[in-house]
């Protein structure tokens, strides 16, 4: 969906072979008139009016630098903040969530990945049912309290705010480490991994092992030079006893 986004409504920014490149649309770009028809023949389905939408309000209701003005301003290399109107006070994590979410089509989730992705916000945790049973499983949340299968806006910040009181100002980027791990195709390529690692260790070990010599083939191997090394001792002391004997026959 991004890349027909760029290619219908972005800037072209230049040819790699006979392939065409290009930057993601702006809002205005994305705000004219049949936007919204064309992207659902695009397949954007019911995403189409809220990206419109969306468009519609950045470009038009907002003053200019909103979005930017939401920006995390101790993240040099996101989106830079421009106050191009008055800010009553300094972009917070909290706030920039908040104002997201009176975007069309905007909740929770989607206005944490912006903040995580988009404006340098790294305590922001994109929180979905999988996260939810993470924090369950995994990480001890609402141990000891009455189970809840409702997964209202009050949970979703507590389970966010577990996060992040677990690991603090980059939880957003810990969580997405496990949002990846949890994922089934993910899950059986670490596990086929991990036994290919395995069935290397043995193989290994069991090439050690026959190179080496077994403990009675060591041991048998100092009985041979043992012994090898007494018949030389008794060869040198016995030589020169026979030819004094010799010598003294011949004197008589």
Not at 97 to 113: F, I, M, R, S, Y
Request: hydrophobic share 35%; proline share 5%.
């Amino acid at each position: 969906m991004v890349l027909k986004l760029c290619k219908h409504y972005g800037p072209f920014v230049g040819h790699i072979g006979d392939e065409a490149f290009h930057d993601f649309p702006s809002p205005q770009a994305l705000a004219g008139k049949g936007v919204e028809t064309h992207l659902r023949e695009l397949g954007f389905g019911y995403r189409a009016r809220y990206i419109a939408e969306t468009a519609r309000i950045l470009s038009e209701d907002k003053p200019e630098g909103w979005l930017e003005s939401l920006a995390n301003p101790e993240n040099p290399g996101w989106l830079q903040p421009r106050m191009a109107f008055d800010a009553t006070e300094a972009p917070t994590y909290k706030n920039s969530h908040e104002q997201l979410l009176l975007l069309t089509g905007v909740g929770p989730k989607v206005a944490d990945c912006v903040c995580l992705m988009g404006l340098g916000w790294g305590e922001a945790v994109p929180v979905d049912t999988h996260m939810w049973q993470i924090a369950q499983r995994d990480y001890n949340f609402g141990k000891g309290k009455a189970k809840t299968k409702t997964f209202s806006k009050v949970m979703y910040d507590s389970v966010g705010d577990h996060f992040r009181t677990t690991w603090g100002p980059q939880a957003g980027w810990a969580h997405s480490v496990l949002f990846t791990a949890n994922l089934k195709s993910f899950s059986a390529q670490a596990a086929a991994q991990s036994e290919d690692t395995d069935v290397k260790i043995k193989v290994e070990e069991k090439e050690q092992i026959t190179s080496e010599p077994s403990s009675r083939e060591r041991s048998s191997k100092r009985k041979t030079t043992a012994l090898e090394t007494v018949k030389i001792e008794q060869h040198v002391e016995v030589e020169p006893a026979r030819n004094t004997r010799r010598k003294t026959r011949s004197q008589a």
